[in-house]
């Protein structure tokens, strides 16, 4: 096994303050000649430690391994349990290099690690490496940006400023069930998508999206989350997409929705001829938007 480069976080969304880490990890060991290696979890920590505190996901784990893998760096997700609670900072950098011959380490400003960690400084990670044998580098910091922020923004429905600080659009994931069917009856077919548990859904509102279709093919639409008020039955929240120019049939098929930019509040409507009379204008604001 090749000596390797890691750093260690839950890297949710893997936005550009993680990037910023990420490249200086792999830098750092191709100048040493190490194999970097990014250390995640299979879930937030405080799933464990505090569920009802625990956020929902920017990224599921395998798009988060994907987005790390294109920084060139090769993701490890290890289970996040009570032994790895329990485990101190010593203890963690010890398994760092006896399990995966980790001689070199990224720490970022506020990373801590360990079940002593918090009172750990970056100095204290760099005096504890030294005598364990591994290198401690401090990462680059990114103000203005985390992964708090980012979710915050989604589900504020804030879309242009979550994918700012993501340095790419954000995307939700979902397989396509059956809905009522209203849509079609105003000319206006839509997929309704139930989105991949765990992850944060932005807020209620019209949006134009970019779907990805089973076959990779990417069409434009106007997605409309909410509780749709004008034909309301019931309060539950729906994720439903209507494809432009496109039809065929999607029932129990995974789609993917890429988010440009929010188009406006969803709003309860007087008439149902009044909801289409909007509906083709978000359509033609919506390929605007996307021409843009």
Known sequence: MSDKAAVIGTFDGVHLGHIAVLHKLKEEADNRGLTPIAITFDRHPLALIDPQRAPKAITSIPKKEELILRSGVLPIVIPFDEELRATSAEDW????????????????YDTTFGCDGIAYSISDYK?????????????????????????????NGEIKEANDMLG????????????NRLGRTIGYPTANIMPSPGIVVPANGVYAVKITLPDGKKRDAMVNIGVRPTIRRGNEKTVEAHIIDWN?????????????????????????????????????????????
């Open 93 to 108: 950098m010890l398994r760092l290099k006896r399990e995966h011959d980790v001689r070199m380490l990224v720490v970022g």
């Open 127 to 155: 005096r504890l490496g030294e005598r364990l044998g591994i290198e401690v580098i401090e990462a680059p910091f990114v103000p203005g940006i985390s992964s708090s922020a980012i979710r915050k923004a989604i589900a």
């Open 168 to 179: 790419r659009h954000f995307s939700l994931s979902g397989i396509v069930v059956a809905g």
């Open 248 to 292: 065929g049939d999607l029932y129990g098929k995974s789609v993917t929705l890429t988010f440009y930019s929010r188009l406006r509040d969803e709003i309860a409507f007087k008439s149902i001829d009044a909801l289409r009379k909007q509906l083709d204008a978000d359509r033609l604001e919506v390929m605007k938007s996307l021409r843009n």
